[in-house]
């Protein structure tokens, strides 16, 4: 759906990014992870066809970014959508759907689909942050897009808003819609893509599952072990762990000791309630790739 390879872009003399590729396939859902002046913007400007890479190659499902071809297929959900406050939510999308020639009457449907359906009649200017990103969510889903490109979409949503949008991307993602998010909100990334992308100083310093971004750092894993009444000393002392909170035993490992640690807590047996394992958050994963050090 999208191809990107070794993307290039400077500013002024100012390199923006340096060689960047991956790719996002049909039904894919990417996280495009990154802090401030990483490349997020200018990548999805580059991709949207806004700006012009200075080399590389890219493709939407085929065609140049920015061309009728690639717009026909593509939305966009900027961070802070805007909108006519005079104008109602079903006015408002009404008017985006003649732009693109379709049926107005379609309005109510896609308001609803986002949550607006009670709100389709009042004015813009009375709505929430999170509302008007709503209005934005329901522009974007106009046409049915095979690739949806979205900066901080859940910006001033609350956490029901935010389940409710991510329920609505994983139907679109079900129907074979491509979506590259650019988020700072790690944990529900975390729990809600296929794939994390990560730049850090205009470089593509990771491309893979979490599951594979975790193997790859080997970072620490937690366990927590709930010791039975009257023997958490007698399991810290046993696991070489710390004890906290009066029943529980913490102890860090290395990816590869988890089984034999694991192993060690069974034997246990008795003296034990339950165990949990934590591995590393998207949070740290994040950290250890993007200050990696630059060749």
């Given at each position: 759906m999208l191809r990107l390879a070794d993307v290039t872009k400077s500013f002024q003399g100012t390199p923006a990014l340096h060689g960047v590729g991956f790719t996002v396939a049909p039904g894919e859902r990417v996280a495009l992870l990154g802090h401030n002046g990483a490349g997020k913007s200018t990548l999805m400007k580059i991709i949207l066809g806004l700006i012009a890479a200075d080399a590389g190659r890219i493709s939407v499902m085929g065609a140049a970014p920015g061309s009728m071809g690639a717009r026909a297929v593509t939305a966009y959900l900027p961070?802070?959508?805007?909108?006519?406050?005079?104008?109602?939510?079903?006015?408002?999308?009404?008017?985006?759907?003649?732009?693109?020639?379709?049926?107005?009457?379609?309005?109510?449907?896609?308001?609803?689909?986002?949550?607006?359906?009670?709100?389709?009649?009042?004015?813009?200017?009375?709505?929430?942050?999170?509302?008007?990103?709503?209005?934005?969510?329901?522009?974007?889903?106009?046409?049915?897009?095979?690739?949806?490109?979205?900066?901080?979409?859940?910006?001033?949503?609350?956490?029901?808003?935010r389940r409710d949008f991510y329920a609505v991307l994983d139907d679109l993602a079900g129907r074979g819609a491509a979506i590259l998010l650019s988020s700072h909100a790690l944990t529900e990334v975390e729990a809600r893509t296929d794939r994390i992308v990560i730049l850090s100083g205009g470089r593509l310093m990771a491309d893979d599952t979490l599951a594979g971004l975790r193997r790859r750092a080997a970072l620490p894993i937690r366990l927590q072990v709930q010791a039975r009444p009257?023997?958490?000393?007698?399991?810290?002392?046993?696991?070489?762990?710390?004890?906290?909170?009066?029943?529980?035993?913490?102890?860090?490992?290395?990816?590869?000791?988890?089984?034999?640690?694991?192993?060690?807590?069974?034997?246990?047996?008795?003296?034990?309630?339950?165990?949990e394992v934590i591995p590393p958050s998207l949070e740290d994963i994040y950290s250890h790739f993007s200050q990696r050090d630059l060749p």
């Open positions: 961070e802070n959508a805007a909108f006519h406050p005079a104008l109602t939510g079903l006015e408002q999308i009404r008017y985006y759907l003649r732009l693109r020639g379709e049926d107005p009457k379609g309005a109510r449907t896609l308001l609803e689909k986002v949550g607006l359906g009670e709100a389709a009649r009042r004015r813009i200017g009375t709505y929430s942050k999170g509302m008007r990103q709503r209005v934005g969510l329901a522009q974007a889903l106009i046409g049915a897009p095979r690739l949806l490109v979205l900066d901080e979409p859940t910006s001033g949503l609350d956490p029901v808003s009257d023997t958490a000393d007698r399991v810290a002392a046993r696991l070489t762990g710390t004890r906290h909170n009066g029943v529980r035993v913490d102890l860090v490992c290395g990816p590869a000791d988890k089984l034999a640690r694991l192993g060690e807590i069974s034997a246990l047996g008795a003296l034990i309630d339950d165990v």
